[in-house]
């Protein structure tokens, strides 16, 4: 009786161990998002059902011109479609994926192949572009495919109290143009090439992402600003590793940024380096000495595989723990910003 006694215990154990390793499994993954969630406009591709759109630009085109919310959902496919988003009532976007968690099973993909030379600007060029306040995005990715030689942009940011969460971004040349307004990229996925993360008068936060980089002597960002305000780049808990189809020659040549223009601001708090940088970490612009008499370039607690034999340039600062605290989403897009960010995907 004792050894049947002891066998049935060893058995519920098994399974109760069974169960809470699958419960842990289950908290570690997002939950999935695989139906439109309630009231949401529904974009299939190749739809014909009644109330259902076959493009995004035409879901988009549904909603009135309001002040009202509304919401948009989009079912697995490549939606060839340059979009302008304008409308002034707060509007989310969600993707289809079985874990809202992270970029890598989003498997809506919104695609466009438009350079800048042609496009007439950067922000012409935009696969996305986003030209209102109040907007959030959930798990899509976003590509511009038009690749090297110039400017190709996949969003072109213009908001305030903007969100990106879990959405993957993909270009080479300025891939996330953060221009204007309060922006957040959550647990998301950028990669590029040159000047991939750049902007003028933009206010953003990076937090949780994954960062690809892909070309040898890139720079990963371009802060554009110009006047000695409040804006800036904050990056938190971000990993760079090469990008899809990047040539080894990455390793030990790319930046973290260089300054576009005088007063460039771009902190990296805690970041992963899987594949080496150049030690410098920081580039001038153009070979431009002069170029950095404003600028803040700084890291604090920089870490991984690639951060070895780092000497940063002469103008880059490592910051004190007490100095890193000073930069945080706070104040990047500003201390109200638990109003309008989804902070479950806060890093």
Known sequence: MLYLSLFNFGRSYKFLSILLFLAAAQLALGASR?????????????????????????????????????????????YTEQIDITRSG???????????????????????????????????????????????????????????????????????QVGFYGCGFYG??????????????????????????FGREGSAYFGGNTIGVLAEGGSITASGRETDDSGSYVFHQNAVVLGSGAPSGVAGTYFLGRPWSDFAKVIFLSTILSVAP?????????????????????????????????????????????EAAQYSISSAVGSDWQDWVDVSYFV
């Open 278 to 322: 150049d030690p410098a970490l920081w580039s001038l612009w153009d070979g431009e000495a002069d170029s950095i008499d404003n600028v803040l370039n700084a890291d604090y607690n920089t870490t991984g595989s690639g951060a070895i034999d780092i000497a940063r340039a002469s103008w880059a600062v490592e910051l004190t723990t007490s």
């Open 34 to 78: 695989t139906s439109p969630p309630a009231g949401s406009v529904i974009v299939r591709a190749g739809t014909t059902v009644s109330g259902e759109f076959a493009t995004i630009t035409e879901a988009l085109a549904s909603f009135p011109d309001s002040t009202s919310t509304q919401s948009l959902f989009i079912y697995p496919g490549t």
């Open 172 to 197: 080479y040349q300025d891939t996330l143009y953060a221009n204007e307004g309060t922006q957040v990229y959550l647990k998301g996925y950028i990669e590029g090439g040159i000047d991939f993360i």
């Open 90 to 160: 707060p509007l989310t976007i969600y993707g289809y994926t079985t874990d809202t968690n992270a970029y890598l099973s989003n498997s809506a993909i919104i695609t466009f192949n438009s350079p800048a030379n042609t496009a007439g600007s950067d922000d012409a060029s935009g696969t996305l572009r986003i030209h209102k306040d109040n907007f959030s995005m959930y798990n899509v990715d976003v590509k511009n495919t038009f690749g090297p030689g110039v400017q190709a942009i996949a969003i072109s940011q213009y908001g305030s």
